[in-house]
C-alpha cells in the first residue's frame, strides 16, 4: 500500500517559504497574473525516466498539499517585513497575491494591521505554484536525486531497502512513497520467512516500544533491521509482534528473544579493557580514555585522528564534539541485560534536540527569511536554496543558531569543541547566556566521531566569514529522528574525560571569536531588525524564544 505523503511534502515546502523565496519571484508575480498550472510548474521533473504512474501518484500528492495549503496573516506579513523593501511595494506584492485568488477571510487582503486569528487562504494552486517556487524546486530537486540515486542502485543489483541514510522524516518519507509507487522491492526482511500461525505477544518487562508487526514495518519511523553483518547473528522465524529499540531502531521479533542471547553484545571485546573502561553502543565498545593534563588529552586526539586518517574506507576525517558532562540514554537495567548481556554498561546519549521539543513550522519559516537575507550574495544564494542540499544546509545553520533540529552540531577544530567542554553557560535572560569556565574538578567530556556518515556540512554555506557555523568550523550529524534519535552515538570513535583544570594550560579561542555580538553577525542581527519592527509578531516571538545569543 502507497503510504500518504502529503504530510511530508507539506512540511519539506514550509521550512522552505523565506523572504528570498517571494522577492524571487515578485516581479513575474505583478507581471504574469496568469499563474502556471501546478504540473508545468514542477516540470514534470521527477526525471524522464520516471514511470507515468509514479509522475501521476506524485501530482496527485502534490495537488492535494497546495489545495490545503495555508499562509495566516502573521506569516505573510513576517515574509514581507522580512524582505526590508518599502512599505508600498510591499502593500503591491500583497495585492497581486490577492489578485491571484489569495483570499482573506473577514477582513482586507492587506496583511497589515489585521488580527493574529485572520488566516489569508490561497484556496487554489495556481497563485501557489508562484509563491512556492523555490520550495518546489526543492522538491523537485530532490525527487530527480531519488531517481538518479535509486536507479543507479538497481542497476548494480539492489532488489531490497535496506537501510534508511536519508537526513530526516520528511524526506525519508516522500522517498519511500516514491519507491512504493515505483515498485521497488524495499521489505528489510524479504527473503525471510515469517513462521505461519505465530502467537501475537509482547514480551514484558523490557523498555522498548512495542509492534504490532515485523512483516510491515512502520518505515516512516525509520526502524533499522537487525540483521547486522557486525552482529554475527542468525534471525530465526518470526512471530508476528514484536519490539523496537526506539534508540537505534532496532527491531526484534518475539520468539527471537528465545534464540539469541544479548543481540547488542559486541563483536570483539577490547581486551585489555581501558582503564576509564568503555561505552557500548549496539554491536560495538568505545573507548573511554582520561587525560589528566592538556598535553595528554591533545596527544590523544592527534593519535586517534592519525588512527582513522589511515584507514582505507573514505573515512579520512575526525570530527569532534564538547560537552560539559556526559548524558547516558534512560535505559533500565533489566533492558541493558538483555541487550548487552550486563546491566552495568554506560550508553551515550547524543540525542538532538528535535526529538526534546519538535520544532515549530512557523519558526523554521521564519528562520528561513533570516538566513536567505543574511546571504552576500542573494542571487547566487537563491540557485543554493533551491535544492535539497540547500534544505538541509538551512537545518545546519539552525541548529547552530539554537533552533531545534534532527541533527547534532559538531565541529572540525578541536579547539572549539574544547571550549564548550571547558565552558558553563548560565542564562541571562531567555534566550541570553554568559559564559564562564567550568570548575576545575568539573568532569568534562569530548567526543570524536568519524565523518564517513555526516553529509551536512555548516560552514561557509553563506558569503559571510562572520557567521556563527563558520566562526565555530561547524559541521552537523544526520538522520538521528524517530526511531534512530541516538544514532550519532553509532559513529563514536572514542571519548575522552578530563577535568577542568586543564583548561588553564590550552589556548582556547575567546568567546568572542565564536559568538559575534548580535550587531556584527549577519544572522541574528536581522533577526533583531525584524523582532523590533514587528514587536507583536507571533512568528517573530517564536524565533525569538529559539535563537540564542553569548553576551560579554
Not at 530532490?142 to 543507479?152: I, K, L
Not at 537575507?373 to 543554493?384: I, R, Y
Not at 559564559?435 to 556540512?457: C, H, I, K, M, T
Amino acid at each position: 500500500m502507497v503510504t500518504d505523503a502529503t504530510p511530508h511534502i507539506r512540511a519539506l515546502l514550509r521550512r522552505n517559504i523565506g523572504a528570498g523565496a517571494i522577492l524571487d519571484v515578485a516581479s513575474r508575480l505583478r507581471e504574469d497574473l496568469a499563474a502556471t498550472n501546478v504540473l508545468s510548474a514542477m516540470g514534470l521533473a521527477v526525471g524522464t525516466g520516471a514511470p507515468p504512474e509514479v509522475r501521476a501518484a506524485l501530482a496527485e500528492q502534490l495537488r492535494r498539499v497546495l489545495a490545503s495549503a495555508v499562509l495566516d496573516a502573521e506569516h505573510l506579513t513576517w515574509i514581507l517585513a522580512a524582505s526590508s523593501i518599502p512599505a508600498a511595494e510591499a502593500q503591491a506584492i500583497a495585492k497581486t497575491l490577492a489578485a491571484l485568488r489569495l483570499n482573506v477571510l473577514d477582513g482586507s487582503p492587506e496583511p497589515y494591521g489585521l488580527p493574529p486569528d485572520v488566516w489569508v487562504t490561497i484556496t487554489g494552486p495556481d497563485v501557489l505554484v508562484d509563491l512556492l517556487f523555490q520550495p518546489l524546486n526543492v522538491f523537485a530537486t530532490f525527487v530527480r536525486a531519488v531517481f538518479t540515486t535509486w536507479q543507479g542502485a538497481l542497476d548494480a543489483g539492489a532488489r531490497t531497502y535496506w537501510e534508511n541514510k536519508l537526513p530526516d522524516e520528511a524526506t525519508t518519507s516522500i522517498e519511500l512513497f516514491i519507491l512504493r509507487a515505483w515498485g521497488v522491492p524495499i521489505a528489510p526482511f524479504a527473503a525471510l520467512e515469517t513462521a505461519e500461525g505465530a502467537a501475537k505477544r509482547v514480551i514484558e518487562g523490557l523498555d522498548l516500544e512495542p509492534v504490532d508487526s515485523v512483516d510491515d514495518l512502520p518505515w516512516e519511523r525509520n526502524p533499522d533491521p537487525f540483521v547486522n553483518q557486525s552482529a554475527f547473528v542468525s534471525v530465526p522465524a518470526r512471530e508476528a509482534g514484536g519490539l523496537a529499540d526506539r534508540f537505534y531502531g532496532h527491531v526484534f521479533s518475539n520468539d527471537f528473544w528465545e534464540a539469541v542471547e544479548a543481540p547488542y553484545r559486541p563483536r570483539r571485546r577490547m581486551e585489555p579493557l581501558p582503564p576509564y573502561g568503555v561505552l557500548s553502543v549496539p554491536f560495538r565498545e568505545i573507548p573511554r580514555l582520561y587525560a589528566s593534563s592538556a598535553d595528554e588529552l591533545l596527544a590523544m586526539c592527534s593519535s586517534i585522528a592519525r588512527h582513522v586518517s589511515k584507514q582505507g574506507t573514505g573515512v579520512n576525517r575526525i570530527l569532534f564534539r564538547g560537552q560539559t558532562r556526559e548524558y547516558t540514554l534512560p535505559r533500565d537495567k533489566t533492558t541493558l541485560k538483555a541487550l548487552y548481556g550486563r546491566d552495568d554498561v554506560i550508553e551515550p546519549s547524543l540525542v538532538p534536540s528535535a526529538s526534546r521539543r519538535p520544532p515549530s513550522s512557523a519558526t523554521q519559516m521564519a528562520f528561513a527569511s533570516v538566513l536567505e537575507l543574511a546571504s552576500v550574495s542573494p542571487a547566487v544564494q537563491q540557485a543554493t536554496w533551491r535544492s535539497i542540499l540547500g534544505d538541509r544546509q538551512k537545518v545546519a545553520f539552525a541548529q547552530h543558531y539554537g533552533l531545534a533540529t534532527d541533527a547534532l552540531d559538531l565541529t572540525e577544530d578541536v579547539k572549539v569543541a574544547l571550549w564548550f567542554a571547558l565552558t558553563r553557560l548560565d542564562a541571562a535572560t531567555e534566550n541570553d547566556f554568559v559564559a564562564s569556565p567550568v570548575d576545575e574538578d568539573n568532569v568534562s567530556v569530548l567526543y570524536l566521531f568519524r565523518v564517513g556518515e555526516f553529509d551536512a556540512r555548516a560552514i561557509d554555506v553563506v558569503d559571510s566569514p562572520s557567521s556563527r557555523p563558520a566562526l565555530q568550523r561547524g559541521w552537523v550529524s544526520s538522520g538521528s529522528w524517530g526511531w534512530r534519535a541516538n544514532r550519532a552515538a553509532t559513529r563514536l570513535e572514542a571519548a575522552i574525560y578530563f577535568p577542568g583544570s586543564v583548561r588553564n594550560a590550552l589556548a582556547l579561542p575567546a568567546t568572542t571569536e565564536l559568538f559575534r555580538p548580535p550587531t556584527d553577525e549577519p544572522v541574528t542581527r536581522i533577526a533583531q531588525e525584524l523582532l523590533e519592527r514587528l514587536p507583536e509578531s507571533v512568528v517573530g516571538a517564536e524565533l525569538a524564544r529559539a535563537l540564542y545569543s553569548i553576551v560579554t
